[in-house]
DNA sequence: AATTTTAATGCAATCGATTGTACTTTATTG
DNA sequence: CAATAAAGTACAATCGATTGCATTAAAATT
């Protein structure tokens, strides 16, 4: 009765001395087949335990419905929401998410990239590597007529789309929103400049001061990993310059942290002798006992947006000329690190 | 010159002028091919932009190298980072990670089952969600000759492995180590009882309060989520009782974290009058100003091993008997929010 | 040079599902 | 009741790679 072996619709269609087209037909509801067959067919393919072969499937229609995101870390909150936001859009459209993880180096983001093309998934979602120089890989998977989305970190292309925030915007935001609160002497801890949302949050800074006349000075603007310690290290070498500042804009959440740290042990007090303001709103700046200043990039909803995008290209015309660029608006979250009015804040938040 | 459609080993063949099945064997470097033919075919492959299709080999073969993981949320730091192990450990030998959520449902986590094995993974990782309740879906699992894995959160069951943590142990140790700083009125946050990872942390609770002969007390046991908001309702409850407790021992960060907020703000000092500790060791435990005690679960190494397990049953029988149960030691983080002692402890970890 | 070994390669079936086309029923119509 | 239309099924090719077995070509042996 048990077969050992996977049932396939062969197995039905000998069973019931039909032919397998017929199976296959009943299963796929196809009208030309008549009801009594049809409901014979599904009762057996029940009774048989059949599970459907998507992989002999996906080889005569060419899809797979699955598709592959690469990212740095998939442990990196950031990440994993963007990971979730894809997850959540596509999953109900019968799509499974591939996922895959660069370290950041160059050679895995390739390595993933053939892997992916191998494996025949319908689409590519990614963020590059800080050390991802050329383009040759995402050459190829143009060659291969798969859809690719750029997502947060990505490169200028001229075909693929993407999907990304305002970085340039939210940098601007954050930059005036300290202005706003007095500060003038305003540092900027910079991410990797391999990466343009890291120049762009550059730009962004350095736009903010010039519209309120402050001085661009080259000491502040300090090369910064977003790592605790980048942050303790930062702060403890300009708090050694005769001219202090007033405020810091970190272009990631961890050096604003480790900066904070180290301020206190200064002895520094915050936000009333320095303002401290992060960048992309990790859960632990708002549950710090002095909230963290942050903006939020929308990860859930970046997810979401580039699966999207995603599907419109599927349906569109197969030319790979539907570009798009999305573009979301960051949200500032004021907290107690750059609010020196001291009203009620905490959940403050500002929509741009 | 330039074909357009994606190119085969007929197409190689084709244009060499020998049969598909030497082209395959010359990739595959089987040995009855000679070296000319071999570099011959590689260089037209490379020429031809091949892509292997590893579609219509795993139809072949019966393998995909692919394993689906199912988790609650891929974003909760302790899944992700299970993630992450699982891959690091399968990437490096041509496995890809699928993965996806239940959002805590037990009908998406049968429905996630289904399609996984419709898409003929080579095995699954799963951690049930809260309202798992029978094991139906699992049993389809096993009819299918499907290696399974569970971790953290598993079901019984006589013939799955599983990688989980010495919740009781974690639970036994984070009590004992309330009691020795004098606490004698320990509450718990107990949490789900429908998932053995909390009843076995309350009887890890228990066991340490009977050790050292303290009172049972049920007021002192409160059925509390791991969120913020639940861990500050179910203190702002408690203060209200005539008895208040000197300790309290969470089953979640987020629910510590809540009860912490909440205690500031009845001006109740920590550690001194009460201390708490969590479960999880979440990020921000550490990164508090007042860094919060946990247990944590070593969620990459329980990645890692579980990936260990499905690679040796992989080379084991074929008969699912071979089950295994591992069982990870948990490590105590000892932090300001229950170390009354006050020395530096910061980093200290007490490995059990 | 003839014959036996050995080395290379080709043929054809296979994995499981899908689908255009051909064929056989059954129903409809004059 | 024969002829035609409509409905239901079956045949066989296809997707791309793999592999046991047969076959051919080259090398070694006498």
Redesign the pocket.
Known sequence: MNEN??V???DI?ERL??????V??A??NNP??????KELVIKTAKEMN?I??R???S????KTFNVGVIVPYINRNFFSSVIRGIEEELSPRGYHVIICQTHEKFENEVRNIDALLNTQIDGIFISISKTTKDNGHIQKVLNSKTPLIFFDRKQDSPVFSSVTIDDFNGAYLATEHLINQGCRKIVHFKGDSNLEIYTKRYEGYEAALKKYNLPIKKKFIIPVDSTVEAGQLAVSQLWKLKEKPDAIFSAGDYSALGAIQELKKLGVKIPSEVCVIGFSNEPFTQHMELGISSVDQTPLEMGKIAAQVFLEQLLGDKKLTIQKKVVLAPELYIRDSSNKSQVETSKRKVRI
């Open positions: 072996e996977k396939t619709i062969y269609s001395n039909i032919s397998a087209a017929t296959s037909r299963l796929n030309k087949i008549s009801l009594k067959t059949y459907q072969n992989l002999a499937q080889l005569k229609s060419g």
